[in-house]
């Protein structure tokens, strides 16, 4: 395999896997409100269903806001740190616009206004964590899967 097609299927994996752990921090973020009472006991308990579009958003406004910061691309020599400081401005950015537009497109919706703010900051945290998590899952995945003698990958 040529090393601009393993650059794409890194690029293109790490894309889903980011909208997966986006949308599962967003899940059990929604999990968490609903088990827990903190800060306060909820006014309205609304089925995950309702809340599916501030979702889309909030994955679409995250995953655009990493392909902003360049995390779709195999870096040659960048820090670990300077990674997760780009990822963590990315999905604060990102969680931010998506809240921003969600009061716009969702400005007659009872439910979106009703949106609680500790779901938010579970989703936006929980987000860091799953990505964090994913990308080095992802990261000893590609380095595992690294090219044999004769251009072979041995997974």
């Not at 790490?14 to 752990?21: H, K, N, Q, V």
């Not at 439910?111 to 579970?122: E, F, G, Q, T």
């Not at 990505?131 to 990261?139: F, K, P």
Request: hydrophobic share 50%; charged share 10%; glycine share 4%.
């Amino acid at each position: 395999m040529t090393t601009q097609k393993l650059r794409n299927i890194y690029s293109v994996s790490l894309f889903l896997l980011d909208i997966l752990m986006v949308t599962a921090a967003f899940v059990l973020a929604y999990r968490l409100r609903v088990s827990f009472d903190w800060p306060d006991t909820l006014a309205h308990v609304y089925p995950l269903s309702s809340y599916t579009g501030l979702m889309l958003l909030q994955v679409s406004t995250v995953v655009i806001a990493l392909f902003l910061y360049k995390q779709y691309y195999i870096p040659r020599a960048i820090s670990r740190v300077d990674q997760f400081y780009s990822m963590v401005t990315a999905v604060t950015i990102g969680t931010l616009i998506a809240v921003a537009i969600s009061t716009f497109i969702f400005k007659g919706n009872q439910i979106i206004s009703d949106y609680p703010r500790a779901m938010l900051i579970y989703a936006w945290f929980l987000a860091i964590i799953f990505l964090l998590l994913g990308r080095l899952a992802h990261q000893m995945l590609r380095r595992n899967c690294g090219t044999m003698v004769g251009g072979e990958t041995d997974c």
